[in-house]
T-cell receptor
Framework: GAGVSQSPSNKVTEKGKDVELRCDPI?????LYWYRQRLGQGLEFLIY????????KSGLPSDRFSAERTGESVSTLTIQRTQQEDSAVYLC?????????????FGEGSWLTVV | QKEVEQNSGPLSVPEGAIASLNCTYS??????FFWYRQYSGKSPELIMF????GDKEDGRFTAQLNKASQYVSLLIRDSQPSDSATYLC???????????????FGQGTILTVHP
């Protein structure tokens, strides 16, 4: 597709379960971001992938959170042993990072509810 | 000091007025600056980007950048109720020798345009 695609769009899980969230960036975009946004709050940076460089994981809130990216394509954000405070929308974004074009484009998000 | 700071608002303006949204950033080496709009329950969408000092106009929107003061603003002329949203400032922070670092977002300013 033309835009950033995320799945699932909605996920309800029980506390303590693991969840995987998927992001398909725009084709050709070398940079990929994950953000978390709790209800009524701002964007919280989680992790940033840029090409073959080591990812910037400085925003991951705990070791329960991890993310991988295969080359310059799909990324998966994994949350282990989910807690209620993990309930949020998880936004993925990608960027071409070429020339002056480092504008990022967001997907529609994965809404996670931990019950 | 936060890397990117915005007044959280809410900022309330009457229809037809000029709305002025402000943002300051801490990294003097920042290269590019973005304004995103986020409607409730939706993902952020790009309004404008600016790279050079001065003003950049696009329709009813004007972005202003002053690198010496580390300040970027967004003016919305002839504000409409449909402009009511959260406005996010984003700054490309330096990343040690690479062309682009990750985008860092402010917490957003809530704008309400009342009829």
């Amino acid at each position: 597709g033309a835009g950033v695609s995320q799945s699932p769009s909605n996920k309800v899980t029980e506390k303590g379960k693991d969840v995987e969230l998927r992001c398909d960036p725009i084709s050709g975009h070398t940079a990929l971001y994950w953000y978390r946004q709790r209800l009524g709050q701002g964007l919280e940076f989680l992790i940033y992938f840029q090409g073959n460089s080591a990812p910037d994981k400085s925003g991951l809130p705990s070791d329960r959170f991890s993310a991988e990216r295969t080359g310059e394509s799909v990324s998966t954000l994994t949350i282990q042993r989910t807690q209620q405070e993990d309930s949020a929308v998880y936004l993925c974004a990608s960027s071409p990072q070429t020339g002056t074009g480092n504008t990022i484009y967001f997907g529609e998000g994965s809404w996670l509810t931990v019950v | 000091q936060k890397e990117v700071e915005q007044n959280s608002g809410p900022l309330s303006v009457p229809e037809g007025a000029i709305a002025s949204l402000n943002c300051t950033y801490s990294d003097r080496g920042s290269q590019s600056f973005f304004w995103y709009r986020q409607y409730s329950g939706k993902s952020p969408e790009l309004i404008m980007f600016i790279y050079s000092n001065g003003d950049k106009e696009d329709g009813r929107f004007t972005a202003q950048l002053n690198k010496a003061s580390q300040y970027v603003s967004l003016l919305i002329r002839d504000s409409q109720p449909s402009d009511s949203a959260t406005y996010l400032c984003a700054v490309n922070m330096r990343a040690g020798g690479t062309s682009y670092g990750k985008l860092t977002f402010g917490q957003g300013t809530i704008l309400t345009v009342h009829p």
